[in-house]
């Protein structure tokens, strides 16, 4: 048998090696009744609310499967290794406040500051940072809400400045926990605004206020997302820094949830109800639905199952988290994972990798 040549059998291996970025995963969660609402930094972990569930949270691992998150009103953010998500719970008063869980799954409720509504809904936490520093947005007494930071060693403080006209939320936290990204509204309009060491910067908060929505951003708390205008004829828009950027698409109205740190893949959805459909943004070719995505790299999800919205990114954007109906059109949780992606072991590895047409 004739040799084959070192060159030629070097290249065959590197070939073999080299992962297709083309290819795609769809990852049933089979939680049902649950809607994935945050990723840890790597993706492996998930979080989000069950609805009807009892209890109505849970944390998904690839290695170990779903866990209730008990006493869970709503979980909206995941720490960047996935051990602690933070929330809201019901105290002792059947009141709505801010709360985490830790690795174990233990509930920790936070306890409001002073001048906060006495009945109803408290605060709510947003995002966590693994040395437990806890943000989100609580109520005034009288009305309008206003950004918090929540640490063991100061307990709950206000971020913003005590003006009644002006509600003041924070979304997301880095994983170091010294940058903190949030927005304000003040009537219809709003802005972003960017916190570091517990102090309002300048950067986001020098971009100008307009109508619209800000819903979510990235893992590093560099960028936030949302939408500018009216429900009936906004844009997607992306904050970063002092500039803003609006994605208008071509036939849909789109909220964007989610970005990577680098801003170059982005994730949301437009619509309501059955007609909601999932959208994903790349720097290399705007927007594609989801369904689009995946057909054509050859990861359709079972023919039961319709995602309807993306909410969540791994930090480099290769896992995408949502939710859809699944099997008897209950609610469910979904993971894609782009890319030859198995970093989480969880069969992420596409049967027939195809290149994109």
């Not at 972990?45 to 209730?68: I, K, N, Q």
């Not at 949502?322 to 994972?337: M, P, T, Y």
Request: proline share 5%; charged share 20%.
């Amino acid at each position: 048998m004739k040799p084959i040549p070192y060159r030629h059998l070097l290249l065959a291996i590197l070939a073999t090696a080299t992962p297709s970025l083309d290819a795609a995963t769809f990852i049933s969660l089979d939680i049902p009744g649950s809607q994935l609402s945050a990723l840890s930094r790597d993706g492996c972990t998930a979080a989000g609310g069950v609805l009807g569930g009892d209890p109505a949270g849970f944390r998904w691992s690839a290695h170990e499967g779903a866990a209730p998150l008990r006493g869970a009103i709503a979980v909206r953010g995941l720490s960047a290794s996935g051990a602690l998500a933070a929330g809201s719970t019901l105290d002792a008063m059947q009141r709505e406040v801010a709360a985490y869980w830790d690795a174990a799954g233990a509930i920790h409720r936070i306890p409001p500051m002073r001048d906060l509504e006495s009945v109803g809904a408290i605060s709510q936490a947003h995002a966590v940072s693994d040395e437990l520093r806890v943000v989100g947005s609580a109520h005034r007494f009288g009305g309008g809400q206003v950004a918090f930071e929540w640490t063991a060693a100061s307990g709950m403080r206000a971020l913003a400045p005590d003006d009644r006209e002006v509600e003041t939320h924070a979304l997301s936290i880095s994983d170091d926990g010294h940058r903190i990204a949030g927005w304000e509204r003040n009537g219809e309009r709003v802005r972003p605004l960017l916190w570091r060491d517990g102090q309002l910067v300048a950067g986001m908060a020098g971009v100008g206020a307009m109508p619209g929505e800000v819903l979510g951003g990235s893992r590093d708390a560099g960028i936030l997302v949302g939408w500018l205008g009216v429900r009936e004829s906004g844009a997607a828009a992306v904050y970063r820094g002092t500039e803003v950027r609006r994605l208008p698409a071509d036939s849909a109205v789109i909220r964007l949830l989610a970005s990577s740190n680098d801003g170059a893949t982005l994730v949301g959805d437009s619509g309501g109800g059955d007609n909601r459909t999932a959208w994903v943004w790349l720097e290399s070719e705007g927007f594609v639905r989801l369904t689009d995505l995946l057909a054509r790299r050859h990861a359709m999800p079972p023919s039961d199952w319709r995602p309807l919205a993306l909410t969540a990114l791994s930090a480099d954007g290769k896992r995408l988290g949502g939710w859809g109906k699944h099997g008897g059109n209950r609610l469910d949780s979904f993971i894609v994972a782009l890319g030859d992606d198995d970093r989480c072991g969880d069969g992420a590895q596409p049967a027939h990798p195809a290149a994109a047409p």
